[in-house]
């Protein structure tokens, strides 16, 4: 089979750099292109959670398939990568959400994810900081946690070595029809390109439909010792649901520096980033109704981020609506750290032409047209 | 959960220092309520660290007494993090503080600029300002030996007053050439009153080598500074001391009026005659204006405030004496210019972010200081870049980005404390 | 009113004249303020509040910057630079 002309993607956050390692380690050549520099996007904004997810089958399917990958490639990664296995602990505060604790543990088990439920009693001491009572929890151990700007860095310096070029500071002003042009001018000719710009994946390829999602972190000093899993309220489940409401959910996350990292909230048609005080306070005061003695902890730096988000959750990996030769790699909302890698692998799989690992009609870029039609 | 206080003024004075202590005073003549917040325990920023209760008369004091026998309310202790739409918060050691104000002053003065060389984050090394502050703090230095390097008239102030403590001031060490200080100190005699200081300057400092064209190159020690390498006339020497009081002259602290949108040129806020920002109602005096020393800032800080509190003719009458003192921030601009040997002096290993221990090579890799940031993660730690952006702008010639929330490093509980407001400020 | 005060640095008493930090309660007690992720020493450089380079348990609540603390009677101070 003759291998493809020079592959080009567009973006050189977390997805593209996972896609430019993936082509790279196949043999093909790639050209990576970034209008700013590695994870300016939402990749440096990012909590960085590698979690299983179970809002639906196509998005258990590809959250799993990722996160057994980056376990894969744990070994390889170095210390800036931050890789920390602290796994997930989901908390209950009452009955309701103890029983999603019970469906999930069903689920996941089903599945061959191991978790593990907690009693009121376990959760707390799984988790100290935490406020009694809970309801209980449950713990899902093979979760982790990767500083997200690093990770990315990590996959597009092995690319590199394997061969693949990078161009940072240059804005991509159109793709298609086998050209990737910069606004300068320059033109590149390939073979594929790859649409991995996250939020601005649809100035490049018309037709598919993502949205920023706003969100907010805070990142504190140094308490080691202070927190050991990432910790999200089931709550959280409820307000992700929510197409247009602004919401705040419980999620912490530890870092290796013993840094916690607090969130979470999402917001729509909020397209500054500037910090919003009236969200930032919810976020924070949520987070204190689980664990009260974060209000203490000495807070650093205050960031928002977007979350390229599509309406049905599922990011879009496959060709772009108007053109086959333009493979869409984008909308990842929340989970684009998690499912990068099998996000990469499967982009690799439609340009050689080979089976995907999992089915990859959920996540085709033409579900978008054909939903829109059937409205 | 913490308290939150509220408190209202119609004039809020930000910084105790000498720019905010004489802004306060002028706006309190008109009657109405003046704050003045500052985050050290007592007023008097860093030029006038401890004046507040020493038991000799100085110029410090009159202007203390002053304030003490004001109607200002001195609000200790308390840093402000946040600014959006008329409201300030603040946090103190118990509570967060919400301060709404009618006019805003903003007097936050300047820090040192730190240069990293080998051996620069010995415990022993500070800043030139940073050992004054310490002694002013109850460090005793007596009979310590101290070497005091870097630029700018800081180090001068500091070994005089450091001989005033008892200590053995080894040498003066100013990377300036000798005709620019030679020129610096002809054009300040010009200033009003500074001719009779140089004097006395010169007699405080007699016998204590002035040496200029001459530059820490490392410093060494085991746990604690030993001994200082400098550079002189192209060859080095080593020095051993107790202390190294090294600083670069001074940056303005404008994150805060960044916050409040006002708009700088060439680093500093840009204020008109009446020392007002580009933000109709919010004042700037003092060294974020540009750094000018004490007389400038006294004065710029009294046209602030009787400028805040519609007093313009009052204002008006101390634009002459501004004027004569203005010339100060010209004088120093020519006279401390960091020279190219500076960017040389760190090695590869040498730290440049000391809060995440970032090397200097490690940011050679990148091109951009958010990229550094986000990969090397310079910055990113509780100094929130204060120590390390103005190096790296030096060595690197990197833009810093923009200002955000908090301006200092609070608890979680203050943060949730910033009042909500419609559109947050871009 | 006293001339002095003694606090504890890393359970070491140390008298300090009265208004002096504790960060000159630490240097005057030999110890330094912190250790840094790398593990060296470090002890203030500013003096005013800005390089966090002082900071260290007082009473039990860890981060504190010292330059900017003033000394109370039986402070329990832990530097452990």
Redesign the interface.
């Given at each position: 089979m003759n291998k493809p002309a020079e592959i080009v993607i567009v973006g050189a956050g977390i997805v593209g750099a996972a896609c430019a390692l993936e082509l790279s380690t196949e043999g093909l050549r790639v050209l990576v292109i970034d209008e700013g520099f590695p994870s300016s996007g939402s990749t440096g904004a990012a909590m960085g959670h590698i979690v299983v997810m179970d809002d639906s089958e196509a998005q258990f399917a590809i959250t799993r398939y990722s996160q057994i990958l980056w376990d894969d490639m744990r070994e390889q990664l170095p210390p800036a990568v931050e890789f920390d296995p602290c796994g997930t602990l989901w908390v209950a505060a009452d009955e309701t959400e103890m029983a999603e604790v019970h469906r999930k543990f069903d689920y996941y088990r089903e599945r061959g994810v191991n978790a593990e439920i907690l009693d009121s009693q376990q959760v707390r001491e799984a988790e100290p900081h935490l406020r009694a009572p809970l309801a209980g929890g449950l713990r899902v151990p093979g979760d982790s946690v990767v500083y997200p700007p690093c990770a990315a860095g990590f996959l597009l310096q092995k690319a590199r070595e394997l061969g693949a070029r990078a161009i940072h500071g240059q804005p991509v002003a159109s793709i298609g029809k086998g050209v990737a042009r910069l606004a300068d001018g320059t033109i590149f000719a390939a073979g594929f390109i790859i649409n991995a710009a996250g939020q601005s994946a649809p100035k490049l390829s018309r037709g598919i439909n993502i949205k920023p999602r706003k969100g907010h972190l805070v990142i504190t000093d140094r308490y080691p010792n202070f927190l050991h899993h990432q910790v999200i309220e089931l709550g959280y489940l409820k307000s992700a649901h929510s197409l247009t409401a602004d919401s705040v959910a419980f999620n912490v996350q530890p870092r290796k520096t013993g840094q916690i990292l607090i969130g979470s909230s999402r917001q729509y048609g909020a397209e500054n980033s500037a910090v919003d005080e009236s969200i930032l306070a919810r976020m924070l005061q949520r987070a204190f109704e689980y664990m009260p003695d974060l209000s203490q902890l000495s807070a650093i730096r205050v960031w928002t981020g977007f979350r390229p988000a599509t309406p049905d959750k599922l990011p879009l990996i496959g060709p772009s609506p108007e053109d086959p030769s333009v493979l869409v790699a984008a909308g990842h909302e929340g989970l684009g750290i998690t499912t990068s890698l099998a996000t990469a692998k499967l982009i690799c799989a439609q340009i050689l032409g080979q089976r995907p690992a999992i089915p990859i009609q959920p996540y085709l870029p033409s579900r978008q047209v054909t939903a829109e039609a059937h409205v | 959960m913490d308290s939150v206080k509220q408190l209202r003024f119609d004039v809020a004075v930000v910084g105790a220092g000498p720019a905010g202590i004489a802004a306060a005073l002028a706006a309190a003549d008109s009657g109405k309520t003046i704050g003045l917040i500052d985050d050290n325990p007592a007023a008097g920023g860093q030029i006038w660290r401890g004046a507040h209760n020493s038991a000799q008369p100085s110029a410090s004091s009159i202007w203390f007494d002053r304030l003490n026998k004001s109607a200002v309310q001195t609000v200790r202790g308390t840093r402000v993090f946040h600014a959006a739409q008329g409201e300030l918060t603040a946090e103190s050691d118990d509570s967060a503080t919400q301060i709404s104000y009618g006019k805003l002053i903003l007097a936050t003065g300047a820090r040192e600029l730190f240069l990293p060389f080998p051996g620069w984050t010995l415990p022993n090394v500070m800043g030139a300002g940073g050992l004054q502050a310490l002694a002013k703090s109850g460090l005793d230095i007596s009979g310590k030996r101290i070497v005091i390097a870097g630029t700018g008239p800081l180090l001068l102030a500091v070994a005089a007053y450091a001989r005033q403590c008892g200590a053995k001031v080894v040498a003066i060490c100013e990377q300036t050439t000798r005709p620019l200080m030679a020129r610096f100190a002809l054009k300040m005699t010009l200033v009003p009153g500074k001719a009779a200081e140089a004097v006395r300057l010169a007699y405080n400092l007699r016998g204590i080598p002035h040496w200029t064209d001459c530059w820490p190159v490392a410093a060494f020690g085991n746990r604690r500074l030993e001994s200082v390498r400098i550079s002189r006339q192209g060859q080095t020497s080593e020095i051993e001391c107790d202390y190294l009081a090294c600083g670069f002259h001074l940056i303005p602290n404008i994150e805060l009026p960044r916050m409040c949108g006002c708009r700088l040129e060439n680093g500093f806020v840009e204020v008109d005659e009446y020392q007002q920002t580009s933000i109709a109602g919010t004042f700037c005096a003092g060294e974020p204006t540009g750094i000018g020393g004490l007389e400038l800032a006294l004065v710029a800080g009294e046209i602030a405030g009787y400028a805040a509190t519609n007093w313009e003719d009052r204002a008006r009458h101390l634009f002459s004496k501004r004027a004569r003192y203005q010339k100060v921030v010209r004088i120093l601009q020519d006279a401390f210019p960091l020279r190219p040997e500076l960017k040389n002096l760190a090695r590869p290993d040498t730290l440049v972010c000391r809060c995440e221990d970032v090397s200097h090579q490690q940011l050679r890799e990148h091109s951009s200081w958010r990229g550094a940031k986000l990969h090397a993660r310079c910055g990113m730690g509780p100094c929130q870049g204060r120590v390390c952006a103005p190096a790296a702008q030096f060595l690197f010639g990197w833009e810093i980005d923009s200002v955000r929330p908090p301006l200092f490093p609070v608890r979680c509980s203050s943060l949730a404390a910033i009042p909500s407001h419609s559109a947050p400020r871009n | 009113m006293s001339e002095s005060v003694t606090v504890r640095v890393n359970g070491k008493p140390v008298t300090?004249?009265a208004?002096?930090?504790v960060?000159?309660a630490v240097?005057?007690s030999g110890a330094?303020c912190r250790a840094?992720?790398?593990g060296?020493?470090?002890?203030?450089?500013?003096?005013?509040?800005?390089?966090?380079?002082c900071?260290v348990a007082i009473n039990g609540e860890?981060?504190r910057r010292s330059?900017?603390?003033?000394c109370e009677a039986n402070m329990e101070i832990e530097a452990n630079?």
């Amino acid at each position: 089979m003759n291998k493809p002309a020079e592959i080009v993607i567009v973006g050189a956050g977390i997805v593209g750099a996972a896609c430019a390692l993936e082509l790279s380690t196949e043999g093909l050549r790639v050209l990576v292109i970034d209008e700013g520099f590695p994870s300016s996007g939402s990749t440096g904004a990012a909590m960085g959670h590698i979690v299983v997810m179970d809002d639906s089958e196509a998005q258990f399917a590809i959250t799993r398939y990722s996160q057994i990958l980056w376990d894969d490639m744990r070994e390889q990664l170095p210390p800036a990568v931050e890789f920390d296995p602290c796994g997930t602990l989901w908390v209950a505060a009452d009955e309701t959400e103890m029983a999603e604790v019970h469906r999930k543990f069903d689920y996941y088990r089903e599945r061959g994810v191991n978790a593990e439920i907690l009693d009121s009693q376990q959760v707390r001491e799984a988790e100290p900081h935490l406020r009694a009572p809970l309801a209980g929890g449950l713990r899902v151990p093979g979760d982790s946690v990767v500083y997200p700007p690093c990770a990315a860095g990590f996959l597009l310096q092995k690319a590199r070595e394997l061969g693949a070029r990078a161009i940072h500071g240059q804005p991509v002003a159109s793709i298609g029809k086998g050209v990737a042009r910069l606004a300068d001018g320059t033109i590149f000719a390939a073979g594929f390109i790859i649409n991995a710009a996250g939020q601005s994946a649809p100035k490049l390829s018309r037709g598919i439909n993502i949205k920023p999602r706003k969100g907010h972190l805070v990142i504190t000093d140094r308490y080691p010792n202070f927190l050991h899993h990432q910790v999200i309220e089931l709550g959280y489940l409820k307000s992700a649901h929510s197409l247009t409401a602004d919401s705040v959910a419980f999620n912490v996350q530890p870092r290796k520096t013993g840094q916690i990292l607090i969130g979470s909230s999402r917001q729509y048609g909020a397209e500054n980033s500037a910090v919003d005080e009236s969200i930032l306070a919810r976020m924070l005061q949520r987070a204190f109704e689980y664990m009260p003695d974060l209000s203490q902890l000495s807070a650093i730096r205050v960031w928002t981020g977007f979350r390229p988000a599509t309406p049905d959750k599922l990011p879009l990996i496959g060709p772009s609506p108007e053109d086959p030769s333009v493979l869409v790699a984008a909308g990842h909302e929340g989970l684009g750290i998690t499912t990068s890698l099998a996000t990469a692998k499967l982009i690799c799989a439609q340009i050689l032409g080979q089976r995907p690992a999992i089915p990859i009609q959920p996540y085709l870029p033409s579900r978008q047209v054909t939903a829109e039609a059937h409205v | 959960m913490d308290s939150v206080k509220q408190l209202r003024f119609d004039v809020a004075v930000v910084g105790a220092g000498p720019a905010g202590i004489a802004a306060a005073l002028a706006a309190a003549d008109s009657g109405k309520t003046i704050g003045l917040i500052d985050d050290n325990p007592a007023a008097g920023g860093q030029i006038w660290r401890g004046a507040h209760n020493s038991a000799q008369p100085s110029a410090s004091s009159i202007w203390f007494d002053r304030l003490n026998k004001s109607a200002v309310q001195t609000v200790r202790g308390t840093r402000v993090f946040h600014a959006a739409q008329g409201e300030l918060t603040a946090e103190s050691d118990d509570s967060a503080t919400q301060i709404s104000y009618g006019k805003l002053i903003l007097a936050t003065g300047a820090r040192e600029l730190f240069l990293p060389f080998p051996g620069w984050t010995l415990p022993n090394v500070m800043g030139a300002g940073g050992l004054q502050a310490l002694a002013k703090s109850g460090l005793d230095i007596s009979g310590k030996r101290i070497v005091i390097a870097g630029t700018g008239p800081l180090l001068l102030a500091v070994a005089a007053y450091a001989r005033q403590c008892g200590a053995k001031v080894v040498a003066i060490c100013e990377q300036t050439t000798r005709p620019l200080m030679a020129r610096f100190a002809l054009k300040m005699t010009l200033v009003p009153g500074k001719a009779a200081e140089a004097v006395r300057l010169a007699y405080n400092l007699r016998g204590i080598p002035h040496w200029t064209d001459c530059w820490p190159v490392a410093a060494f020690g085991n746990r604690r500074l030993e001994s200082v390498r400098i550079s002189r006339q192209g060859q080095t020497s080593e020095i051993e001391c107790d202390y190294l009081a090294c600083g670069f002259h001074l940056i303005p602290n404008i994150e805060l009026p960044r916050m409040c949108g006002c708009r700088l040129e060439n680093g500093f806020v840009e204020v008109d005659e009446y020392q007002q920002t580009s933000i109709a109602g919010t004042f700037c005096a003092g060294e974020p204006t540009g750094i000018g020393g004490l007389e400038l800032a006294l004065v710029a800080g009294e046209i602030a405030g009787y400028a805040a509190t519609n007093w313009e003719d009052r204002a008006r009458h101390l634009f002459s004496k501004r004027a004569r003192y203005q010339k100060v921030v010209r004088i120093l601009q020519d006279a401390f210019p960091l020279r190219p040997e500076l960017k040389n002096l760190a090695r590869p290993d040498t730290l440049v972010c000391r809060c995440e221990d970032v090397s200097h090579q490690q940011l050679r890799e990148h091109s951009s200081w958010r990229g550094a940031k986000l990969h090397a993660r310079c910055g990113m730690g509780p100094c929130q870049g204060r120590v390390c952006a103005p190096a790296a702008q030096f060595l690197f010639g990197w833009e810093i980005d923009s200002v955000r929330p908090p301006l200092f490093p609070v608890r979680c509980s203050s943060l949730a404390a910033i009042p909500s407001h419609s559109a947050p400020r871009n | 009113m006293s001339e002095s005060v003694t606090v504890r640095v890393n359970g070491k008493p140390v008298t300090v004249r009265a208004g002096a930090t504790v960060a000159v309660a630490v240097l005057a007690s030999g110890a330094t303020c912190r250790a840094s992720v790398s593990g060296q020493p470090r002890s203030p450089l500013c003096g005013m509040g800005t390089c966090f380079e002082c900071r260290v348990a007082i009473n039990g609540e860890p981060q504190r910057r010292s330059c900017q603390v003033l000394c109370e009677a039986n402070m329990e101070i832990e530097a452990n630079g």
